[in-house]
């Protein structure tokens, strides 16, 4: 009987085997199409529950090292199942797809038990470009074919605190805002009551002490831009970032000079910071030091199945390519504690969180 896995885990594996079978990689553009640059691959390096195998791209064949024995598989192999895997998801309606058949017969060939990598440093392969004793390259897989991570994963530590002021709120008052009914927009519908009934909501503070640092490492001002923009994606529902700068521009919640808007272009350069330290490893509830992880980029399977680079030393392209291809998104509610009128020492706060993550097209 087939296994199944979700389409994120098959769609890495394709990503893998077809790095594999090329032997090479194109740059990625700005705004997410096939450049006319490629960088050949001479190894790839992956973790597996048992250690670390080595894919050495040889002119025919791909040789596995591993702690336990060495072995060749025909580069086309990989090329021919990854072709497998990815129409089977492509074909899927399902997040959990069956595997293809003679995949994994594959798999068992190439010694991968793991469908997704097994590394603590948030990487899902490392490759040596040029040459296989090149210094190894850590990547993020992501794929617009199926569900991907997030660049930001909201979650608790994301939150971002508002100050409920400009008139006291009687308890039943409270708890009639709080019980409004579910549905996409009760975010919104909560805020704007909130103001219809004569409150008001100011940014305070960032809930986790953690994630308010990292954020002040952008800047120190930093925190109620965002605060602010996912004020708007509710509010507007307007999700993606390029365009909510836009609006936070013309808000300028920050009272700066026009000439640091409009000639510096203050909060897109500010955005593009937050967004490429998200892209190389910053996380809410870890400390961020601005030093570099052992992330170093992203390789997008696109909508086409083209595979596109993105690495921190072409940073402008990389930086452009987050800023116009990532949006805000809403997580659940009551999973990570927002969206609701809470009382903090005698005062009521609304939680706003904060989650990216890449666009699908």
């Known amino acids: 009987m087939a296994f199944e896995a979700t389409k994120r885990e098959w769609c890495e594996l394709a990503t893998f085997f077809r790095l594999l079978s090329d032997g090479k990689v194109v740059l990625g553009t700005a705004d997410a199409k096939k450049g006319d640059v490629y960088w050949p691959i001479a190894m790839i390096q992956r973790e597996e529950h048992d250690g670390t195998r080595h894919y050495y791209i040889g002119k025919e064949d791909i040789r596995i090292e591993s702690e336990k024995k060495d072995k060749s598989i025909p580069r086309e192999d990989f090329g021919i199942v990854a072709g497998l895997i990815l129409q089977a998801v ?15 017969e594959f798999l068992d060939q190439a010694a991968i038990f793991d469908l997704e990598a097994n590394t603590k440093d948030r990487t899902d392969f490392s490759i040596a470009f040029w040459h296989p004793e090149a210094p190894l390259r850590g990547f993020n897989v992501r794929s617009r074919l199926s569900v991907m991570n997030p660049l930001l994963d909201g979650g608790r530590a994301a939150n971002l605190k508002l100050e409920q002021s400009g008139i006291k709120f009687a308890t039943p008052t409270v708890n009639k805002i709080n019980s409004l009914p579910e549905s996409p927009t009760e975010v919104a519908e909560r805020i704007m009551m909130i103001e219809r009934l004569g409150g008001v909501l100011k940014y305070s503070d960032v809930a986790d002490r953690v994630f308010r640092s990292n954020l002040l490492m952008i800047d120190l001002h930093f925190p109620r831009v965002l605060a602010e923009m996912v004020r708007i994606m509710h509010l507007d529902d307007i999700t993606r970032i390029s365009e909510l700068t836009e609006i936070i521009k013309q808000i300028n919640p920050l009272k700066i000079k026009d000439e640091l808007i409009s000639k510096h272009c203050f909060y897109e350069f ?51 390519f987050l800023f116009q291809n990532s949006r805000l998104e809403k997580g659940s509610l009551d999973k990570d504690k927002y969206g609701f009128l809470e009382k903090e020492n005698g005062t009521y706060y609304f939680k706003l969180n904060a989650k990216i993550g890449l666009t699908k097209r």
Not at 90 to 104: C, L, Q
């Open 270 to 320: 500010k955005m593009k910071q937050f967004l490429m330290a998200l892209g190389l490893g910053m996380r809410p509830a870890k400390i961020y030091n601005g030093q570099d992880s052992a992330v170093e980029g992203i390789l997008l399977m696109d909508g086409n199945r083209d595979i596109l680079c993105y690495h921190k030393s072409e940073k402008q392209v990389m930086e452009d």
């Open 90 to 104: 492509k074909s899927s309606t399902e997040n959990e797809v069956a595997s293809p058949d003679a995949v994994e």
